[in-house]
């Protein structure tokens, strides 16, 4: 089952499924189920989050959906661990931030046939830590819904666990 985090929906089943189902099961994309990404989930999990989220509002404003959906699944298509690569960075290599979108847009390109817009929102996921500014509004719509997906990827977990906890308590005290 495909899903996102938070909702019900099997992914596979609906219009945003038509908009990555060429990628979707491609060696690379499959790859990024082995990394763990924002502590809780792992990269394969978040670029379907924010593909889909992005999807979504897209769809809703009347922007350009298909391209947010598949710019949100590539856009963390690295494969580095973020975390070694900060401490062994040397003075005037680019971050993190700078790297991994740069690197992202270079495996997505190999992967398939990207257009402007959908290379403007992968190189450009990560402001304002980089720049310059995005040029579509499709690129701040990523911007803002991967920041989104991180934070309740975090905390989703967590909150879900803490109330299992409460719940196994109550229970205790019930019986």
């Not at 999807?55 to 590539?74: D, E, Q, T, V």
């Not at 299992?164 to 019986?175: A, C, G, P, R």
């Amino acid at each position: 089952m495909l899903k996102a985090i938070c909702s019900c929906k099997e992914l596979t089943l609906c219009s945003y499924y038509d908009c990555i189902s060429d990628i979707i099961g491609s060696g690379q994309i499959e790859n990024l189920k082995r990394i763990r990404h924002h502590v809780c989930t792992t990269r394969f999990q978040h670029c379907i989050n924010v593909s889909y989220y992005s999807y979504l509002f897209c769809r809703k404003f009347g922007m350009n959906a298909r391209s947010a959906a598949r710019a949100g699944l590539l856009h963390d298509l690295f494969f580095y661990d973020r975390k070694r690569y900060n401490s062994r960075r040397e003075k005037g290599q680019l971050s993190h931030s700078c790297m991994h979108s740069l690197m992202a847009l270079e495996n997505a390109e190999k992967l398939t046939e990207i257009t402007e817009l959908e290379r403007d929102m992968i190189r450009k996921h990560m402001w304002p830590m980089t720049r310059p500014l995005p040029k579509y509004k499709e690129t701040y719509v990523i911007t803002f819904i991967d920041k989104y997906c991180a934070v309740l990827e975090f905390c989703v977990p967590k909150l879900k666990k803490a109330f299992s906890l409460h719940n196994k308590q109550e229970d205790k005290y019930e019986n």
